[in-house]
Structure formats: structure tokens, C-alpha cells
């Protein structure tokens, strides 16, 4: 197997990410279990092709395909298709793979259009420190995420319980309590892996560079997005910050996290910059 069986390997999965995001779009419409199903099969097949594409690239390349924006982002498309399997599986709360399906979509298509950047061998980005950090980050992200997700959901339901014509949602959306709590599941799992993985890149930086901390303008921003989850969080646990504020709050966050993976690297730049060009 070589590059070119992980590519095809790669189309065929982007091709079933947007099978089953039509998959969810007929379930919100129609309600029939069947689409569902066959949606959440098709994510699942994808994902698996997907893990086997980059296990193929992994091999040839003999580095983790994380090598400019083009990788990142599939690597990122991964885990997050990965991590909604683990909550489907945990909450069964099936309209949350529209909003899923619909990200991975998008993303994997920038992806395939993306042109072929040069790829530079670089022997600083190997090691166990490093790829536990990139695992942990974008898991952790990819959990924050599904956070978001549910946080649309859950303005949309709340929407329709206060308005006297609860139009189109209103039935096909579960409870706020259920919403709610998927969310905070998914707020505190991506906290947790977030911390950890920036704690990995520390050590990471420690290894190479021979500091924790060179004030890099990636390692600013995610310390501050880290800092601002830390604070949803405790406004959360101590101050009542649940339902609407709670919702607002995690689909906040995740627009920082996209300027902090996308913005920072091709604006300001630093260490970090190789893998978004």
C-alpha cells in the first residue's frame, strides 16, 4: 500500500462524511429511525477508513501526517468523528450527528481542495511527548466541539418552548435537560484532555527547546482559551451559569479555539505556523 491507496482511502471516507450528513438531514425531516441508523453507520464507516488512511500515510511517511493545513485538518476531522461516536454511544442523542456530520463535512472538503503543500521532513516533530500532546489536543477539541454543538441545539429548543408557535424544531429536538447535561459531559471531557494536552506540550517544548515556555503566540492563546473554559467551568459549578448562558458560552469558546488552531498560525505565526501552511 502507498500514498496514493491512503488518498483514495481518504476521498471514499469524505464521500460517506457527506452521505451521512444527507442521512441527518432526511432524519430531521422525515423522523424515521431508518436514516438515522444508516447516517450513524455511514460516520462510523468513514472514520474507520479515515484511521486506516492515516495509518497508511503514517507508514509511508514514517511521521504522523501532521505535516501542513491539509493534514491537521483531516487529523482534526478524525478525532472529532471519533469523539461523537464515544457520545453517541454514551447519550444516544441522535440529532447531534447533524451537527457532527455537517463539520466533518465541511472540514474533510476543505481538505480534499486544499492544494498539495510541500512537505518538509523535520525530525523535531517525532517523539512520544509530541504525539501525545497532538492526541490530546485535538481530542480535547474535538469533544469542545460536540460541546458547541449541543449548545446550538439547545438555544434552538429553548427558542421554541418560549415562543407561542414553536415552529420547526421544537419536536425534534430532546429535552433541555438532556442537552444540557450532554453538554457539560462534553465541556468537562474536553477540559480534561485540553489541560492535559497542553501540559504534554510543555514537556514537549521542554525536550526540544529546552524551556516550558517561550511565550510563542500559539502557546498565549491556547493558555487563554484554556483560562476562559477554566472559567465557564467554575461560573458553572459555583455561580449558576447553566441552560442559555452555559450554551452561549461553549459555542464561544469554540469560535476561539478555530481563530486560536487557524488565525494565530497564519496571522502572528511562531513555532506552530508549518502546520497550517
Request: net charge positive.
Amino acid at each position: 500500500m502507498n500514498l496514493q491507496t491512503a488518498d483514495i482511502m481518504l476521498q471514499i471516507s469524505t464521500m460517506l462524511y457527506f452521505a451521512s450528513m444527507a442521512g441527518y438531514l432526511l432524519f430531521l425531516f422525515n423522523q424515521k429511525p431508518g436514516w438515522q441508523k444508516t447516517a450513524f453507520y455511514l460516520i462510523a464507516t468513514a472514520v474507520a477508513l479515515h484511521f486506516v488512511s492515516m495509518v497508511i500515510y503514517t507508514i509511508s511517511i514514517r511521521q504522523l501526517p501532521i505535516q501542513n493545513l491539509s493534514q491537521s485538518l483531516s487529523i482534526a476531522a478524525f478525532f472529532l468523528g471519533c469523539m461523537f461516536l464515544v457520545f453517541q454511544y454514551k447519550f444516544d442523542l441522535k440529532i447531534l450527528g447533524l451537527f457532527a456530520s455537517i463539520l466533518l463535512s465541511a472540514t474533510m472538503l476543505i481538505v480534499l481542495m486544499l492544494p498539495e503543500a510541500p512537505i518538509e521532513k523535520n525530525s523535531v516533530l517525532k517523539g512520544f511527548w509530541l504525539y501525545s500532546h497532538i492526541t490530546l489536543i485535538f481530542t480535547g477539541e474535538a469533544a469542545l466541539a460536540l460541546a458547541c454543538g449541543t449548545g446550538i441545539l439547545y438555544l434552538l429548543q429553548e427558542k421554541g418552548i418560549k415562543t407561542k408557535n414553536p415552529g420547526f424544531f421544537f419536536k425534534r429536538l430532546p429535552s433541555l435537560d438532556l442537552l444540557d447535561n450532554v453538554g457539560y459531559t462534553c465541556l468537562t471531557t474536553g477540559f480534561a484532555l485540553l489541560t492535559i494536552g497542553l501540559i504534554t506540550g510543555f514537556i514537549y517544548a521542554k525536550a526540544i527547546w529546552g524551556r516550558f515556555w517561550g511565550w510563542d503566540p500559539k502557546e498565549i492563546f491556547s493558555v487563554g482559551t484554556w483560562l476562559i473554559y477554566a472559567a465557564l467551568l467554575h461560573l458553572r459549578l459555583y455561580s449558576g451559569w447553566r441552560g442559555r448562558k452555559s450554551a452561549i458560552m461553549t459555542i464561544i469558546g469554540f469560535l476561539i479555539i478555530i481563530f486560536t488552531f487557524l488565525g494565530v498560525n497564519m496571522l502572528l505565526g511562531g513555532h506552530h505556523q508549518p502546520f497550517t501552511q
